[in-house]
């Protein structure tokens, strides 16, 4: 028998016109540069992306012509989300942490024809295209300085579309997005969303069990829009008519706490650099903020480290671990706890919440290793391989790595080292690069930075592999103070060795003011493991 069910194509275009019908009074508010506020509406909103729509294709965008954005999180960066892709263009969000000479290779590999840039990122553009070619570029004015030469103003841009465009008919396989790795682990990448893969991805971020979002939320995305969609939660956020609050260039912990305040922020999703940032202005001053009662903030990008978990429930804030990758849209797997653990210690329930978490829908996870299919035991380690309704079936031709990211059967190499228990709970041990062979045995970097990072003195701690003459390698953990906090090596060797086997504890810790990130706030180890490449290990 066949199915007898309509056809109907899961794009943007019909989540951005419900969102007009249903929610056009629901707020988006954007801080800018000078921490002023800009409040529109959902309504505000659908006609400007409309606009932009229209000016794109009067413009001469074609279907699947990309179209760059080079932006800090504001209103205009979601009229882009939405705007470049119901155009039937391919909305390609340029990161602008990354060195202008990368930014270039990124918007030359993909073919970048236009780019909208915030003026306040013009210095930096500036040197990107000096060595990448646009044909248009479209500059938004935040501030009062005079509009570049050569460049067209956004609002001028707008005025030259039409709001009443029809908008082009779509299909659920059209391309909409484009995002590059941020090469936390070699070369970028470019993973090209379809408008399907992204419709799926909001439905599934959104569900009780996975983010929980709901109209009744108002969300904060500290994520950059440059980074995995800012995982997916604009899309979302219009789908079901959030409120949105939209930081701007401004994250530290202060900043985005008094947002929080301000706003009344139910949600808000980022890195744990940001969080540990909140954590410690939290503990300095528990009574100068007044937040929302169990307002949850989303971490992924890293491992959520247990201390942090703690640290902001004693605050009445509720993490949501979630696990994911720029090439799986990016939500691949959330921690909840499951009814069963209801009655479990605290102790317990607190370290898995600790772990990644379960894969959401229509998304499946595995570990292999040399022999197979890994067993799901909790303890036997293996490479986490990935597919599903929103997971990259290759990167953006021409990419040495097409040929050996996914396997014969297809499944995604996420190069992540993972074990998994019997509910399919994975946990993230190490990416493959950054894991310490000791002697035969492997030591996971992450375990033993969240342990560390649970030592009351200690603010960050990146743990990397030194070579050893006898053992391989070591680790070595690199240490940074809470202000004003004093620890010593000892103490720190005392509290570790407390805790793991002997030959897990680190051989040295050395202490620094910061530790280098990558542009996505994650440890840059492997600038870490050249420069400790040759200490002299106790
Ligand atoms: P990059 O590869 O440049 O870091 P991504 O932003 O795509 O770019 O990062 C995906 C990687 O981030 C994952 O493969 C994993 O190593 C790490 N990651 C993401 N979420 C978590 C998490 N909750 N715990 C541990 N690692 C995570």
Same mark, same amino acid.
């Given at each position: ?34 921490? @002023? ?180 939320? *108002? ?51 980022? %890195? ?29 990008? @890293?491992?959520?480290?247990?201390? %942090? ?7 009445? +804030? ?7 990758? *720029? ?71 021409? @990419? ?6 996914? *396997? ?36 996971? @970097? ?29 680790? +070595?953990?690199?240490?940074?103070? =809470? ?12 509290? %570790? ?7 897990? %504890? ?15 706030? =994650? ?16």
């Amino acid at each position: 028998m066949r199915h007898t069910m309509m056809r109907y194509e899961l794009t943007l275009t019909s989540m951005f016109r419900r969102a007009a019908e249903h929610y056009s009074n629901t707020e988006i508010v954007s801080r800018k540069p000078d921490k @002023s506020l800009d409040r529109r509406t959902f309504g505000d909103f659908d006609r400007r992306a409309r606009q932009l729509a229209s000016a794109l294709r009067k413009a001469g965008c074609k279907k699947g012509d990309r179209v760059a954005t080079l932006m800090w999180n504001h209103y205009a960066h979601l009229e882009a989300y939405f705007g470049i892709p119901i155009a039937g263009c391919v909305l390609h969000t340029l990161n602008l942490r990354l060195h202008p000479d990368e930014i270039a290779f990124i918007a030359t590999h993909a073919e970048d024809r236009f780019v909208i840039v915030d003026d306040v990122l013009w210095p930096l553009f500036d040197k990107v295209r000096a060595k990448a070619k646009f044909d248009k570029v479209i500059v938004l004015r935040l501030t009062s300085a005079p509009l570049p030469a050569g460049t067209i103003d956004y609002e001028d841009f707008l005025n030259s579309g039409d709001a009443s465009d029809p908008l082009p008919d779509l299909v659920e396989d059209d391309p909409m997005g484009l995002c590059y790795t941020s090469g936390t682990t070699g070369k970028p990448k470019g993973v090209c969303y379809s408008h399907r893969s992204i419709a799926l991805h909001s439905l599934g971020a959104s569900l009780s069990d996975t983010l929980g979002l709901s109209r009744r939320d *108002t969300i904060l995305p500290v994520v950059p829009m440059f980074h995995a969609n800012a995982w997916g939660i604009p899309f979302a956020a219009i789908m079901i008519g959030a409120k949105m609050v939209m930081p701007g260039p401004h994250l530290d912990g202060e900043s985005l706490l008094e947002l929080f305040e301000k706003e009344k922020v139910t949600l808000a999703a980022g %890195v744990p650099t940001i969080w540990l940032g909140i954590l410690q202005a939290l503990d300095k001053e528990p009574k100068r903020w007044s937040l929302t009662r169990d307002m949850r903030m989303v971490v992924g990008g @890293s491992a959520a480290p247990e201390s %942090v978990i703690r640290g902001l429930d004693k605050h009445g +804030l509720r993490v949501i671990h979630a696990w994911g990758m *720029t090439e799986t849209a990016p939500l691949g797997s959330v921690s909840h706890l499951a009814p069963h653990m209801d009655d479990w210690a605290e102790d317990d329930k607190y370290a898995h919440r600790a772990k990644q978490g379960i894969a959401s829908p229509f998304v499946e996870l595995r570990a292999v290793s040399d022999a197979g299919v890994v067993p799901r035991d909790g303890k036997s380690p293996g490479e986490l391989e990935v597919r599903g309704a929103w997971v990259a079936g290759s990167y953006v031709p021409p @990419s040495d790595e097409n040929a050996t990211k996914w *396997t014969q059967d297809g499944w995604f190499k996420t190069g992540d080292v993972v074990t998994i228990d019997g509910g399919g709970c994975i946990k993230i041990t190490d990416r493959t690069k950054d894991l310490i062979k000791s002697g035969g045995e492997w030591i996971s @970097s992450i375990d033993l930075e969240n342990l560390i990072m649970g030592h009351p003195a200690v603010k960050e701690a990146a743990v990397v592999a030194v070579p050893h003459p006898k053992w391989d390698e070591r680790p +070595l953990a690199v240490v940074v103070l =809470k202000d004003g906090a004093i620890a010593s090596e000892a103490d720190l060797r005392a509290f %570790v060795a407390a805790k793991v086997a002997k030959f897990q %504890v680190p051989d040295a810790f050395v202490f620094e003011a910061t530790i280098p990130k990558t542009s996505a706030g =994650k440890f840059l180890k492997s600038e870490l493991r050249e420069k400790y490449k040759a200490h002299k290990l106790g």
